[in-house]
């Protein structure tokens, strides 16, 4: 089958080339998919920089020969044993991910993936866009209704609100009744108003550090700013939820400061809670839910092409994506 793998740590246009490789078989428990659309996340692209360089260290990072990718939607080409809820010809979407970073992932025409991971795709819901959803609206949907649980009245600030998970999680917080204050760049205010953010905040002309005791719940998805910080502009009993590695100062930056998060929730000054990246088959089919309803709309920044995937990571490497970034596959 046809794949995109990695042959060494670097930027992607480098690194990522096309390739011949053996298809692979399901075992018990799994299913193989046709993958017709796959999605870029903050995953890939931390596995194919490979900084910084500790985390090659981790032998779910090990390259090369990766194939790298999650998120997926395409068609059930065989089943393993045990499977009994699925079938051949089935439309589904889902995930390989699990808490390691995959080497044998959704950037090939055929991929593996747990049965319980994937689930029929509904009819209504468009292929690509389920393709490139799952990743980031899993996270939001935990991160806005498990972690958070956030309720009418509520003020809920939401940090990097033009990405990916960002901009599901505007959505879901105003489905749930909380008042969204949205930050993001100049280019992606009108965007995030219509995603249902009452309030949206250009990060150039202010900081929303500086309002003390404001927000109920904090969704940081930049971690820009010392978690120290941050957790000032939260109420009392507020909740501040760190979700990245520091997409804004890149890694070297993004790591410390979430190191920093965690202590601070330890020693009990903030109630930091982290956002699960696991799911199950439950919370698919209540994401799928949404989108078939209409509740949730998927905001494409790019759809590419599968010989484009280097250019794809790259895209998401550049961390001006706005919205989900979405990879066809033949």
């Not at 389920?130 to 806005?144: D, E, R, Y």
């Not at 309720?151 to 909380?178: D, Y």
């Not at 905001?299 to 706005?322: C, N, Q, W």
């Amino acid at each position: 089958m046809k794949a995109i793998v990695q042959t060494a740590y670097g930027p992607p246009e480098q690194v990522l080339r096309p390739a011949e490789v053996k298809r692979p078989v399901p075992g018990k428990g799994e299913v193989l998919v046709r993958v017709a659309a796959t999605g870029v996340n903050t995953p890939d692209w931390i596995a194919i920089a490979g900084e910084p360089r500790m985390l090659r260290r981790r032998s779910d990072l090990r390259a090369p020969g990766a194939i790298r990718g999650t998120d997926l939607a395409g068609v059930v080409e065989a089943i393993g044993a045990d499977v009994t809820d699925l079938r051949e010809g089935d439309r589904v979407f889902g995930s390989v991910w699990t808490s390691k970073i995959t080497t044998t992932g959704t950037f090939a025409e055929y991929t593996v993936a747990r049965a319980d991971r994937v689930m029929r795709l509904p009819e209504a819901i468009d292929t690509v866009e389920a393709g490139a959803a799952v990743m980031s609206g899993l996270t939001a949907l935990c991160a806005i209704r498990q972690t958070a649980r956030a309720r009418p009245g509520q003020k809920v600030l939401i940090n990097g609100a033009s990405g990916g998970v960002g901009t599901f999680a505007v959505q879901l917080a105003a489905l749930e009744g909380a008042e969204v204050t949205a930050v993001c760049g100049p280019s992606n205010v009108d965007l995030v108003a219509e995603l249902g953010a009452a309030r949206v905040l250009d990060y150039t002309r202010g900081d929303f550090t500086s309002e003390a005791g404001h927000y109920d719940v904090i969704l940081d998805n930049v971690m820009n700013h010392p978690p120290r910080r941050v957790a000032r502009a939260l109420a009392e009993g507020g909740v501040l939820m760190p979700n990245s590695v520091g997409n804004s100062g890149g890694l070297l930056a993004g790591l410390p400061r979430m190191g920093r998060a965690a202590l601070m929730g330890r020693l009990g000054r903030t109630d930091v809670r982290f956002v699960s990246t696991e799911h199950n088959r439950e919370d698919l089919s209540v994401l799928a839910g949404l989108l078939e309803s209409g509740g949730l709309k998927v905001v494409l920044d790019r759809t590419y092409g599968f010989e484009e995937i280097p250019k794809a990571v790259a895209r998401m490497f550049s961390h001006r994506a706005r919205g989900n970034i979405a990879v066809t596959v033949p």
